[in-house]
Structure formats: C-alpha cells, structure tokens
C-alpha cells in the first residue's frame, strides 16, 4: 500500500515493573484498507488518530442517546463527512431543513437499527441494557460519527450470537472498503481465529519479545 501509514508504531512498550515486560520493542504500521487482527496476552490501547471501542462500556451515566449527544458536541465530531455534505446537498436541493441532531446521529441510529438495536433503547440507561445490546450500540456510534480513520476494536461482538456479530462484522468490513466512508481501517483484538480469518486482512501477535506477522492462520 503506498503512502503514509495510518498509524505508525515505534518501539512501544508494557512493563509490570521494570525489567519485566508484558512486551517490548513494538513497531507496526497500519495502512489504508487494512482490518489487522492482533491477538496477544496483553494489547496496549493508543490514542492518536484512533476511536478506541473496548469490550464492554464502563456504565456511563444517563443513556445511550445522552451519550450520542454528548460526544456529538465535539469538535471532531462536527466536521461533515461525505455522508452528511451528500445530505446537505440534497437537503438544499429539495428546500428542506436538515436536524440540527447532525447527518452523524441519523447514521448512528440506522446501523443501530440494522444490527437489532430497537429505537427505545436508546432511552434506557445502560445498567438495563444486555452486553451485546451496549456493545452494539457504542460500535454504531464509533461507525456513525463517521469521523475516526482508524478504530481499535476490543473484542467488539464477544457478547453477541453469531448472527448479530456476523452483521457487525460484515458493516465494518465494508465499511473499510467503502470510498465514501472516513474509516479507513481497523485495528481488531479478537481471541477467536475463526472471527480474525473473516475479518482479517494481517494478523499481528504481540508477545514478550515483540511482533509476530502471521501470513496465514492467526491462530488461537
């Protein structure tokens, strides 16, 4: 893949204490198009150009649409996105106003809806929310924001059937793939090889003693 990485990591580290690496001396460069499968004991979480989704959402305050709205208020989240300029211009064209909400909430709640998420639950907090139901809902507004290049996925369907984590799959998958869309990869932590050959485009395993590329089977 020619130009710049993505994401580029040099010599990133993890130590219980010093002198005892959890893993040391990582480089790895993430390139457009890629969804890397990285399988290990210990994953480390960057912040950068990246939206990081963990497995299972700390229990946040209020709701899961107190939270769209919330995050929607940042800056790097009101930049337009191909999606929403397309609107705004159909919007103009046919004399009507868009929500104030933003194209980005309108997206949200439609691959919300296509992975099961039914529209009341949005309004219940998340204590009353099932795991697969929080972990869908924040990957649908990691994707619907539609403003993050990269997004660190941490085991993101583990609470979800095979037909529920089949549909996310094959959304971020495309997603990846899609010109009018802003992600341009994924980076996904997943202890199943038989998800990561799906998903996979590279398979990375972070040990004591650095990176290994898997070519073929990433393993368990």
Avoid at 38 to 59: A, C, D, E, M, N
Avoid at 73 to 82: E, M
Wanted: proline share 6%; hydrophobic share 35%; aromatic share 6%.
């Amino acid at each position: 893949m020619s130009g710049a990485p993505l994401l580029e990591l040099k010599n990133i580290g993890c130590y219980k204490q010093k002198g005892q690496p959890i893993f040391a001396d990582v480089n790895l460069k993430v390139n457009e198009g890629e969804v890397v499968v990285l399988q290990g004991k210990s994953i480390p979480k960057f912040r950068t150009q990246v939206l990081y989704v963990p497995q299972r959402p700390s229990l946040l305050p209020g709701s899961p649409r107190d939270f769209l709205q919330a995050v929607s208020t940042f800056a790097v989240h009101k930049r337009p996105s191909v999606k929403d300029k397309a609107a705004g211009a159909l919007s103009e064209a046919l004399g009507v106003g868009q929500n104030d909400s933003g194209g980005g909430s309108h997206e949200t709640f439609a691959v919300a809806e296509s992975w099961g998420i039914q529209p009341e639950l949005w309004d219940r907090s998340w204590a009353n929310l099932s795991g697969g139901e929080a972990q869908r809902i924040v990957v649908a507004i990691a994707v619907g924001l539609d403003t993050a290049e990269v997004l660190l996925l941490d085991e993101p369907t583990s609470a979800l059937d095979s037909e529920s984590s089949g549909k996310v799959e094959e959304h971020l998958v495309s997603a990846v793939k899609s010109p009018d869309s802003r992600l341009k990869s994924v980076v996904w932590i997943t202890h199943s090889p038989e998800q990561g050959e799906r998903v996979g485009t590279r398979f990375i395993r972070i040990t004591s003693g650095g990176v290994r590329e898997d070519r073929t089977d990433p393993g368990v």
